[in-house]
């Protein structure tokens, strides 16, 4: 399937990371103009999603460098590895997810879509967690049902100007990902995976898809949500 991202121009924040490799890699693959940014970027921009100044200068870099802004992708925030599990639900802990991850996604998306809307075109996608539906984990799950939310209102603020914002949930993500999915857990999957389903939201072909959260692995055996 031809995705039609030929010389697309798609800014991939946390593009350095485990899944924003996957992606960057994939929009190539595809033709497209894949920016990646992150804090300490070897390749692309250096960007900090914690701050304005810095969102505001490397959008305006993208501008100044290809005239144009067709997608966005933000895949930054700190690992799950990094939460501390003994203070799962202390909201310091939490505050500070909520900042890293939702914040961050509100943060650019705020600064590209009155661009996007203007020209009548663009792609927004969030990567969230699958552990937002789940329960047991107050951080990872606050901080990811947050970027959710934000996205679709996000969505409902743009319908119909040709701009679409959705989030995409990996579960476990692993180069070799297990087969079986217990009940009560989510399936795992590729970071391919995972950009195999951003690229295609990011193309022209998903324009009728937006306020979405879609997983990416089986989503949570055993659970249903409408």
Do not use: C, W
Request: hydrophobic share 45%.
């Amino acid at each position: 399937m031809d995705l039609k991202l030929e010389g697309r121009v798609i800014l991939v924040v946390g593009g350095h990371g485990l899944l924003g490799t996957a992606i960057v890699d994939r929009l190539r693959a595809e033709g497209a103009l894949a920016v990646p940014a992150s804090r300490h970027a070897n390749e692309g921009l250096v960007m900090d999603a914690s701050s304005d100044a810095s969102v505001e200068d490397a959008l305006a870099r993208v501008n100044a460098d290809h005239g144009r802004l067709d997608g966005v992708v933000v895949a930054a925030a700190p690992s799950a590895r990094t939460l501390d599990p003994d203070r799962n639900s202390h909201p310091d802990q939490v505050l500070a997810a909520i900042d890293g991850k939702a914040m961050t996604f509100l943060r650019v998306a705020n600064a590209v879509l009155p661009g996007m809307v203007a020209a009548g075109y663009g792609r927004v996608v969030g990567i969230s967690g699958q552990n937002a539906f789940m329960t047991g984990n107050v951080t990872g799950s606050i901080r990811n049902a947050a970027l959710i939310l934000a996205a679709k209102n996000l969505a409902d603020a743009v319908a119909g100007t040709g701009v679409t914002v959705n989030a995409v949930s990996p579960s476990i993500v692993s180069d070799d990902p297990a087969t079986e999915v217990p009940i009560g857990r989510s399936g795992e999957a590729t970071p391919a995976d995972t950009a195999d389903l951003v690229a295609f939201l990011l193309s022209p072909l998903a324009g009728r898809i937006s306020g979405e959260s879609i997983a990416v692995g089986h989503r949570l055996r055993g659970a249903t949500g409408l």
